[in-house]
């Protein structure tokens, strides 16, 4: 079990431009998690993937987010043009599909806009 | 509208002690319920669950205690140790939709040695 891991694990970007993070995992996890947690707040949920299906999105997420899952094991969040209330830390989680169980966290990409 | 509330950002308790931590939440469809641990520049660890049927849980020095008609669950561990500083999140989430998880925004510990 080697844990979900996230890449990078910060970026500095100046604002308008585009940015793309990348969740690798747990390998045998079905379900993956993208939050994003501001300063002096918990995560909040932004989608969910189950294996390549993106089937939950929260309203968090503009339309210059967009994630991926091609080939149901990574997956990539984007975001275009860039602005400085984006910075903060962007949280990749997976589960086992089934019953109510736990999500596992990555170490999480720090997002700094300037 | 915060669904899951810590009131407490932080907490200070001396080793060896009890600490207490502390969440509230609103909706009544949350069913099963789940603490995390935090250190900086890492993401959350699991620490405990509990699930509705149940009103306590216990793991080692943890312990999860959920009143259901109060809408409170606590976090205790004894005895308190410096390791266990970090910063603790409440999370909670319902059988409708388990792939949602609302997060508290977290009390941080300090055990002082």
């Not at chain 1, 993106?54 to 899952?69: C, H, P, T, V």
């Not at chain 1, 043009?81 to 599909?97: F, N, P, V």
């Not at chain 2, 976090?75 to 266990?84: A, K, R």
């Amino acid at each position: 079990d080697t844990g979900v891991s996230q890449n990078p694990r910060h970026k500095i970007t100046k604002r308008g431009q585009n940015v793309t993070f990348r969740c690798d995992p747990i390998s045998e996890h079905n379900r993956l998690y993208w939050y994003r947690q501001t300063l002096g707040q918990g995560p909040e949920f932004l989608t969910y993937f189950q294996n390549e299906a993106q089937l939950e999105k929260s309203r968090l997420l503009s339309d210059r987010f967009s994630a991926e899952r091609p080939k149901g094991s990574f997956s990539t969040l984007e975001i275009q043009r860039t602005e400085q209330g984006d910075s903060a830390m962007y949280l990749c989680a997976s589960r086992k599909t089934g019953s109510q169980e736990t999500q596992y966290f990555g170490p999480g990409t720090r997002l700094l806009v300037l | 509208d915060q669904q899951v509330k810590q009131n407490s950002p932080s907490l200070s308790v001396q080793e060896g002690r009890i600490s207490i931590l502390n969440c509230d939440y609103t909706n009544s469809m949350f069913d099963y319920f789940l603490w995390y641990k935090k250190y900086p520049a890492e993401g959350p660890t699991f620490l405990i669950s509990i699930s509705s049927i149940k009103d306590k849980n216990e793991d080692g020095r943890f312990t999860v205690f959920l009143n259901k008609s109060a809408k409170h669950l606590s976090l205790h561990i004894v005895p308190s140790q410096p390791g266990d500083s970090a910063v603790y999140f409440c999370a909670a989430s319902s059988s409708y939709n388990f792939n949602k998880f609302y997060f508290g925004s977290g009390t941080k510990l300090n055990v002082k040695p």
